[in-house]
């Protein structure tokens, strides 16, 4: 089973950027989703973004749309999300995620890293 390791999280000012990079301890060709998952306080789990082994498929939650792009290297088998205009309500744990199914939810997304923390906050 693949391994997958986030890393990029931290605390940000609103309105700043981040970017967090999912490695993964082989290429994930195999599966149809690889993106990642949002926990944030008091709400549930919820995919953030997702993008399929070939890049044409693309998830966004509307939460998110405009503001976040999803990417991926195949060469370094890492996928990246890059966090532009954040918010306060962007703050949670973010968990890299992968599943066989073109779907980005939780529940299709069994396969998870440790998670990294980003905060937004002044």
């Known amino acids: 089973q693949v391994q997958l390791v986030e890393s990029g999280g931290g605390l940000v000012q609103p309105g700043g950027s981040l970017r967090l990079s999912c490695a993964a301890s082989?290429?994930?060709?195999?599966?149809?989703?690889i993106g990642w998952l949002r926990q944030s306080p008091g709400k549930e789990r919820e995919g953030v973004a997702c993008i399929g082994s070939d890049g044409e498929y693309i998830y966004y939650a509307d939460s998110v749309k405009g503001r976040f792009t999803i990417s991926r290297d195949y060469a370094k088998n890492t996928v990246y999300l890059q966090m532009a205009s954040l918010k306060s309500e962007d703050t949670g744990v973010y968990y890299c995620a992968a599943g066989q199914l073109p779907y980005c939810t939780g529940s299709y997304l069994p396969i998870r890293g440790r998670g990294t923390q980003v905060t937004v906050s002044s």
């Open positions: 082989r290429n994930t060709l195999d599966y149809n989703a």
